[in-house]
């Protein structure tokens, strides 16, 4: 039997029991499937995420950064897997497959390191305008 991946929709793995097959490009073999989630289920996660988001904002930016530091960690960890489902999903050479996931890494890493402020772009009667200027 072919590994069954479900989704992570409010804290919680979900599967409605519906499946779709992933297949390997290269043989046509089917490596694992994923659930078949219609509007119902993107509408749940919608409404989690944005749920989420309310504490998320809300979080001090240090630990903001070092929970997207602890990501690219697990992402660093898990690279050999995930490069090789990445290279078995869709076909990628396992090159560019090794510089996404590595990448990914990387790009978490640097990013939660950034410094965003507003500038005033416009601030006049009909509106005011902020401007997001990122330093690093």
Same mark, same amino acid.
């Given at each position: 039997?072919?590994?069954?991946?479900?989704?992570?929709?409010? /804290?919680?793995?979900?599967? !409605?029991?519906?499946?779709?097959?992933?297949?390997?490009? *290269?043989?046509?073999?089917?490596?694992?499937?994923?659930? %078949?989630? /219609?509007? *119902? #289920?993107?509408? =749940?996660?919608?409404?989690?995420?944005?749920?989420?988001?309310?504490?998320?904002?809300?979080?001090?930016?240090?630990?903001?950064?070092?929970?997207?530091?602890?990501?690219?960690?697990?992402?660093?960890? !898990?690279?050999? #897997?995930?490069?090789?489902?990445?290279?078995?999903?869709?076909?990628?050479?396992? $090159?560019?497959? =090794?510089?996404?996931?590595?990448?990914?890494?990387?790009? %978490? $890493? *640097?990013?939660? =390191?950034?410094?965003?402020?507003? #500038?005033?772009?416009?601030?006049?009667?009909?509106?005011?305008?902020?401007?997001?200027?990122?330093? !690093?």
């Amino acid at each position: 039997m072919v590994a069954q991946y479900t989704n992570l929709i409010n /804290g919680e793995m979900f599967d !409605n029991g519906q499946w779709i097959d992933v297949v390997n490009p *290269a043989n046509e073999k089917v490596i694992g499937q994923v659930p %078949a989630c /219609g509007s *119902a #289920e993107l509408d =749940t996660a919608v409404a989690a995420a944005r749920a989420a988001f309310k504490t998320w904002s809300r979080t001090p930016i240090k630990d903001r950064r070092a929970a997207i530091q602890r990501i690219s960690a697990i992402i660093e960890e !898990n690279s050999d #897997e995930l490069i090789r489902l990445l290279t078995s999903e869709q076909g990628k050479p396992h $090159a560019e497959a =090794t510089q996404e996931i590595i990448g990914a890494s990387m790009m %978490a $890493a *640097a990013q939660s =390191t950034f410094d965003l402020d507003d #500038e005033v772009a416009e601030d006049s009667e009909q509106r005011r305008l902020l401007r997001c200027v990122w330093r !690093n």
